[in-house]
């Protein structure tokens, strides 16, 4: 089955600057690649997403990029604020859409002022 | 609009205890899943269910029964509690598993330890 590895596992940014997790993935049939933010006591929600068929999307300050070749995605947050601060989860799936999700182990992002 | 809402919050329960988590959706959504959350290993699929009366399992079955009677409820039972069930799970929901306009709607999630 997919196998998703995601790293730093833990991100210390300035208020300001740019932070950038990575994950990889084992299953090149994978085709859907969202990513959660998850905030202390409460569920994860979807900040974006990627298919398989784009090679970058943005949305305002956050950015995705994937490489199907390498097999490997990344989540870009540029001009980091303390309500970045959260726990963050890439997760893959072969069913174009949400369900059966694998998702990676997390990486808690702490922006400091 | 409620979301998706999860009881109890938190759960003592002891070795070879039972009990039911409940869920449920007030969005009409057909696919429901259930994931435990452990740490440092992200969420894993346990149950899911892609309508009334259909259910099939995820990743981490084991330990726990699932049934869907109605579109708006999932409840996940656990018939005889083991400390490895120690965990955080969260129901989640979606109009759908396919395609595009598929955003999964999280619940709070459950706390649920067992000594």
């Known amino acids: 089955g997919e196998n998703v590895e995601q790293h730093p596992s833990t991100l210390s940014v300035q208020e300001g600057d740019s932070a950038v997790i990575k994950c990889t993935y084992s299953?090149?049939?994978?085709?859907?690649f969202p990513w959660y933010k998850q905030e202390l006591g409460k569920g994860p929600q979807l900040i974006i997403d990627?298919?398989?068929?784009?090679g970058e999307k943005k949305d305002q300050r956050i950015a995705v990029t994937l490489n199907k070749t390498a097999k490997h995605f990344s989540l870009h947050i540029t001009e980091t604020q303390p309500e970045d601060s959260a726990v963050y989860f890439c997760?893959?799936?072969?069913?174009?859409?949400?369900?059966?999700?694998?998702f990676g182990a997390g990486t808690q992002v702490v922006v400091t002022p | 609009n409620a979301g998706v809402t999860q009881t109890p919050k938190f759960q003592v329960l002891k070795t070879g205890q039972s009990m039911t988590l409940q869920c449920a959706q007030d969005?009409?959504?057909?696919?429901m899943s259930w994931y435990r959350q452990d740490p440092g290993m992200g969420l894993r699929l346990i149950h899911y269910?892609?309508?009334?009366?259909?259910?099939d399992q995820g990743e981490v079955p084991n330990g726990y029964n699932v049934s869907r009677s109605t579109t708006e409820d999932f409840p996940l039972r656990l018939l005889s509690a083991a400390p490895s069930q120690t965990s955080v799970y969260f129901c989640?929901?979606?109009?759908?598993?396919?395609?595009?306009?598929?955003?999964?709607?999280f619940g709070q999630g459950t706390r649920l330890t067992v000594v």
């Open positions: 989640a929901s979606s109009y759908s598993m396919f395609g595009s306009d598929t955003e999964a709607f």
């Open positions: 299953d090149s049939a994978s085709n859907y």
């Open positions: 990627i298919r398989s068929n784009v």
């Open positions: 997760a893959a799936s072969l069913l174009g859409g949400w369900g059966k999700l694998q």
């Open positions: 969005m009409n959504h057909e696919y």
């Open positions: 269910s892609v309508g009334a009366g259909i259910t």
